[in-house]
Nanobody, 115 residues
């Protein structure tokens, strides 16, 4: 079994930046896609960004130009650099990883954008 462990959430003012990180508990797993989802209070979980093993990325329209996803394949780690944060970015952010056989989720980390 493998676990995903997130870090980097917190409280930030509008216009500020945060960097989220997620690392798998095992480096011998191969994840085809890693990425981030978020869930705001009263809303459904939504896809934020993904990145494949070869570096192909996808971003939700709401974060394009502000967020950057990256990964370290050797460490099975994925990062999300969030710039120009807005109050509507407030949510619990979840790390996600897809292997050939299963989907894995982190426990979530809270990001709050408020003055």
């Amino acid at each position: 079994q493998v676990q995903l462990m997130e870090s980097g959430g917190g409280l930030v003012q509008p216009g500020g930046s945060l960097r989220l990180s997620c690392a798998a508990s095992r480096s011998d797993f191969s994840f085809n896609v890693m990425g981030w989802y978020r869930q705001a209070p009263g809303k459904q979980r939504e896809l934020v960004a993904t990145i494949t093993t070869v570096g192909s990325t996808y971003y939700a329209d709401s974060v394009k130009g502000r967020f950057t996803v990256s990964r370290e394949n050797a460490k099975n780690a994925v990062h999300l650099q969030m710039n120009s944060l807005k109050p509507e970015d407030t949510a619990v952010y979840y790390c996600n990883a897809l292997s050939q056989w299963s989907t894995y989720w982190g426990q979530g980390t809270q990001v709050t954008v408020s003055s």
